[in-house]
Each structure stands twice: as structure tokens, then as C-alpha cells.
T-cell receptor, first 118, second 118 residues
Framework: KAGVTQTPRYLIKTRGQQVTLSCSPI?????VSWYQQTPGQGLQFLFE???????NKGNFPGRFSGRQFSNSRSEMNVSTLELGDSALYLC?????????????????FGEGSRLTVL | KQEVTQIPAALSVPEGENLVLNCSFT??????LQWFRQDPGKGLTSLLL?????REQTSGRLNASLDKSSGRSTLYIAASQPGDSATYLC?????????????????FGPGTSLSVIP
């Protein structure tokens, strides 16, 4: 069973540009969440998508956005990049077995996309 | 507001020692507590997940316990090896285990950096 796949693994951008990151969850998982990891702030929650709808959002500016497709693959976009956006962006998938069924909420992470903004 | 802390921030031990990593959370209304391992520049690897109805979970040389009333979880590593060197993070999940569309909120601790000396 393939794990969570994130692309690209590494990218370098300049201030003012925009970037799109992609995440393919584990087959059958319908929930995808995104996190930003920096040495100073640690792991911070960006947003979660389930069934193509954003279900929860962290405290990030509107420059950070995302979407989820019908096959559960997700993308996140950062516009007007700033130096402080340099970080490791991690995607996690989780299963939701259905109403009435207990779920574990276990998160499975990809290897991340390392973004450097110059 | 949920806050997750981890003590110690860094730990260096000789190979073969048993060790305990600590995780504290301020709000006991969680439905699971998950421990992860992260190697430098990599994503997070799930180690153990404890549901709120459970007290502990074991996997090989790892044992994790959960005490919701005191807001604490511990990760016990037996007979440490150099390959255990990594950063260990705990994460508390707020949400509802039986609701398909529960708006989960996962709060991560800052991590404990473990170094096992051969």
C-alpha cells in the first residue's frame, strides 16, 4: 500500500512568486491536512480537507490556500511569497470510516516539500 | 486553548539505556494522543497512537501511556540504540471519534531531540 506522496520534494522560489504543492493521500483516505514546520515555530496546522471541502483552518494569512479533488488528492498554494514562508510543508492523510464507526484519527505523513524563498 | 509541551527538549544517552520522554497537554478533551519520530529533513513517522479510552500502547521496544486526568503522556524506549536518534513529537487530537465530519484539531508539541551515543 503506497504511502502519502508529496511533490515536489524541494523547490526554490523568489519573493513575490507563488508556489503550488501537491499531496496524494494513502488510497482510501479521504482526509488531508497540511502543516508548516519551521525551526522557530515548530509544526503548525494550516488546514484540513475532507470530501473536497475545507473543514478546519489554522491561523495563517489568506495567501495560503488549498483545495481537494474528487480523488482526495490535495494541493496547497502560497501566493506572494515572503522570506518567512521558507519551511518544510508536510501533508498528512487520515481515514474516516463513516458515520457511526469509530475512527482512530491516526495521521500518516509524507516526506514533505522543502520550500526555500530567496 | 490546547497547549502541548514536551520535556526534555534534548536528551543524550549512552546506548543500551532505558529512557522516558514526556508530553503534557492542557485540555483533557482529546480523542487520541499520537507519538511520532522525525529524522532530519524528513517527514513524520507514526510510532504509537493511544485512543482516549486506552491507557497504553506497545510496539516492540516502545511503550506509550496516557493519563487524561493529569494531562500527561509518556513514551518509554527500552534498550536504546543509535538508530533511535531522532526528534520525537507528540500530538493531541481534539475532535469526535464517531463523527465522520468532526472538525479535528491536532496540536503538536515542540519535540524532544534524542541522541543515543554508541
Amino acid at each position: 500500500k503506497a504511502g502519502v506522496t508529496q511533490t515536489p520534494r524541494y523547490l526554490i522560489k523568489t519573493r513575490g512568486q507563488q508556489v503550488t504543492l501537491s499531496c496524494s493521500p494513502i488510497s482510501g483516505h479521504r482526509s488531508v491536512s497540511w502543516y508548516q514546520q519551521t525551526p522557530g515555530q515548530g509544526l503548525q496546522f494550516l488546514f484540513e480537507y475532507f470530501s473536497e471541502t475545507q473543514r478546519n483552518k489554522g491561523n495563517f494569512p489568506g495567501r495560503f490556500s488549498g483545495r481537494q479533488f474528487s480523488n482526495s488528492r490535495s494541493e496547497m498554494n502560497v501566493s506572494t511569497l515572503e522570506l518567512g514562508d521558507s519551511a518544510l510543508y508536510l501533508c498528512a492523510s487520515s481515514s474516516r470510516p463513516g458515520l457511526g464507526k469509530e475512527r482512530t484519527g491516526e495521521l500518516f505523513f509524507g516526506e514533505g516539500s522543502r520550500l526555500t524563498v530567496l | 486553548k490546547q497547549e502541548v509541551t514536551q520535556i526534555p527538549a534534548a536528551l543524550s544517552v549512552p546506548e543500551g539505556e532505558n529512557l522516558v520522554l514526556n508530553c503534557s497537554f492542557t485540555d483533557s478533551a482529546i480523542y487520541n494522543l499520537q507519538w511520532f519520530r522525525q529524522d532530519p529533513g524528513k517527514g513524520l513517522t507514526s510510532l504509537l497512537l493511544i485512543q482516549s479510552s486506552q491507557r497504553e500502547q506497545t510496539s516492540g521496544r516502545l511503550n506509550a501511556s496516557l493519563d487524561k486526568s493529569s494531562g500527561r503522556s509518556t513514551l518509554y524506549i527500552a534498550a536504546s540504540q543509535p538508530g533511535d536518534s531522532a526528534t520525537y513529537l507528540c500530538a493531541a487530537s481534539e475532535g469526535r471519534a464517531y463523527a465522520e465530519t468532526s472538525y479535528d484539531k491536532v496540536i503538536f508539541g515542540p519535540g524532544t531531540s534524542l541522541s543515543v551515543i554508541p
